[in-house]
Every structure is written in C-alpha cells, then in structure tokens.
C-alpha cells in the first residue's frame, strides 16, 4: 500500500482538567515525512465518546472537514503550505473533550493508519480522582508495549514502529 507520509513522531497526551474526568486536552505532537510527490492535508483519527471536538487548534495546518470513515472520526486538515517528498513537517494539535469519560470504566485507544516510528500515548488523570484497575492492551499481532506508571496520576504507553492497524488501549476505573 502506498501511504502519502510516515509518522517519525507521534506523541500525545490526555490531561483531564476537573476532578470528574468531565473536561480533558488532547495535546498532539506529530512529526512526519511526505512519502507522496507533493502533500496538501494530513489526516487524524478521533477515538472516544462525548464532544471530542469542542475546540480544535493545529499548526501549521487549517481544519478542513471531519469526515467519519470504519465508523470512525477523522479530522482533514490542510497544510498552509504544501510539502514535497522527503520533506518532514512538525503538527502541532489541542482539542478540548468535553464529556468524554462519564462512565465507571473508560478508556482510550490508539490505532496507526500509517507507518509510525515511534508512538507515545499519556494519560495524566484528575487529581482528587484516583484511576483503578488500570490495564493495558493490544490486539493481536501488535508489537509489544512498554508501559510507564511513574506515579499514581500518569501511565504512559510508548511502542517503537506499531503494527498499521494494530489496537493499543489504556483501560482504568473510576
């Protein structure tokens, strides 16, 4: 399959803003280099329940649409500028969730839809409101990943080159 770009960098980050879970910031980091003779948009999954969109802000692109594909999210955005082969582009991205993690058991998932060399997926929850039975998954066929719980607020998730397709998920209780 021929993909327009490969992801060298991809980073992220879920903080939750109240002691609910109600409000939370998706910070995004990608950097990636055009595999295509010339790049005009970038394409960016959504996963999760509530307003995912509330706010969006990226740079240096312009949101174009949201389309749904596999029943999915997927947020278009236009670069300001167009990019040529072998060309590698920095995507800064924060989008507001707004009631997004109102169950008992929540979680969050990643899924690469193109070449990733590396992926870093945080989770920083709401002081006051302490996760449980926090477990880590992957679908079969993934590559293994290596999970981080540097205190009782944060668990990280980094896997080097994933699986295209393969499910990473975080799972916790309230």
Do not use: C
Not at 68 to 90: C, H
Not at 100 to 118: A, I
């Amino acid at each position: 399959m021929n993909y327009p770009y490969e992801l060298l960098a991809y980073v992220v980050r879920v903080s939750f803003r109240d002691p609910y879970g109600l409000e939370a910031i998706f910070d995004s980091y990608q950097r990636l280099r055009v595999l295509s003779p010339e790049l005009h948009a970038i394409t960016q999954h959504v996963w999760g329940k509530g307003d995912q969109l509330k706010s969006v802000v990226s740079t240096p692109t312009d949101l174009a649409h949201v389309a749904e594909v596999d029943g999915r999210q997927v947020l278009v955005s236009t670069l300001k500028k167009p990019a040529r082969r072998n060309d590698e582009i920095e995507v800064y991205t924060t989008r507001q969730i707004h009631h997004g993690f109102k169950e008992h058991r929540e979680g969050w998932e990643f899924m690469p839809f193109t070449p990733t060399d590396k992926a870093r997926i945080a989770i920083n929850f709401p002081i006051g409101k302490e996760p449980e039975g926090i477990t880590v998954g992957a679908s079969a066929g993934a590559r293994t990943p290596f999970v981080a719980r540097p205190g009782t607020k944060e668990i990280i998730l980094n896997v080097s080159s994933p699986t295209i397709g393969s499910l990473y998920r975080i799972d916790w209780s309230w």
